[in-house]
Nanobody, 130 residues
Framework: QVHVMESGGGSVQAGGSLRLSCAAS??????????MAWFRQARGKEREIVTA????????YYTESAKGRFTISRDNAKNTVYLQMNSLEPEDTAVYYC?????????????????????WGQGTQVTVSS
């Protein structure tokens, strides 16, 4: 009953780039109907939001750390959400999770709090070396 699945993680040197993808799996979850987000959790730290996007891409939210370096996008025809990460820093090292919020549906909102998300992927590791 996995609903979303991340891919694209890996190891990169500081200053490099990675693109993460999040695709719906199974027949019960159509992520194109919902706001989506990327969270991350570094070892020993709490899970935190990185960025979010409304169901139609009309609104986005970025943390200060992500602004100017990361870009969230979605291709609803492909039922996929992306996270383009540029200028990566060692501090970006974490497990990155894709999450979907069925609470808001087609509301034009990019939720930013963890409790607003009820569909989660298994995560993908991103490691940035200095």
């Amino acid at each position: 009953q996995v609903h979303v699945m991340e891919s694209g993680g890996g190891s990169v040197q500081a200053g490099g780039s990675l693109r993460l993808s999040c695709a719906a799996s199974g027949r019960t979850f159509s992520l194109y109907e919902y706001p989506m987000a990327w969270f991350r959790q570094a070892r020993g730290k709490e899970r935190e939001i990185v960025t979010a996007i409304s169901w139609n891409g009309g609104k986005t939210y970025y943390t200060e750390s992500a602004k100017g370096r990361f870009t969230i996008s979605r291709d609803n025809a492909k039922n996929t959400v992306y996270l383009q990460m540029n200028s990566l820093e060692p501090e970006d090292t974490a497990v990155y999770y894709c999450a979907g919020s069925t609470i808001y549906g087609h509301d034009d909102i990019a939720p930013r709090y963890i409790y607003e998300y009820d569909y989660w992927g298994q995560g993908t590791q991103v490691t940035v070396s200095s």
